[in-house]
């Protein structure tokens, strides 16, 4: 069984920060790319940021140079830097990695649960 559970979010200012992050445990064998997902109330979920096992990386052109993805593979967990918040970033956000769990032939895609970014005036 495998589980990923993210933790950071929360309510903040307009021009603040927030740091997600995301944890993958139980039954791995490698995790392949990471990423972090968004929707917000009636839209559709959108690619934020996502990162490769060797640390390259790809941002929506909506958060480039704000906010900034980073994984520590000894962990198993990846982050989502966010700076310069502003209203339109509120949204739940999802992590997504691609997992090999042991015993098993093939990876797959696992969701965490989400967690509630919300960005005030």
């Known amino acids: 069984q495998v589980h990923l559970v993210e933790s950071g979010g929360g309510l903040v200012q307009a021009g603040g920060s927030l740091r997600l992050s995301c944890a993958a445990s139980?039954?791995?064998?490698?995790?392949?790319?990471m990423g972090w997902y968004r929707q917000a109330p009636g839209k559709q979920r959108e690619l934020v940021a996502i990162?490769?096992?060797?640390?390259?990386?790809n941002y929506a052109d909506s958060v480039k140079g704000r906010f900034t993805i980073s994984r520590d593979n000894a962990k198993n967990t990846v982050y989502l830097q966010m700076n310069s918040l502003k209203p339109e970033d509120t949204a739940v956000y999802f992590c997504?990695?691609?997992?090999?769990?042991?015993?098993?032939?093939?990876?797959?895609?696992?969701w965490g649960q989400g967690t509630q970014v919300t960005v005030s005036l």
């Open positions: 997504k990695a691609d997992i090999h769990p042991r015993f098993s032939v093939t990876s797959r895609y696992f």
């Open positions: 139980g039954s791995i064998f490698s995790i392949n790319a």
């Open positions: 990162i490769t096992s060797g640390g390259t990386t």
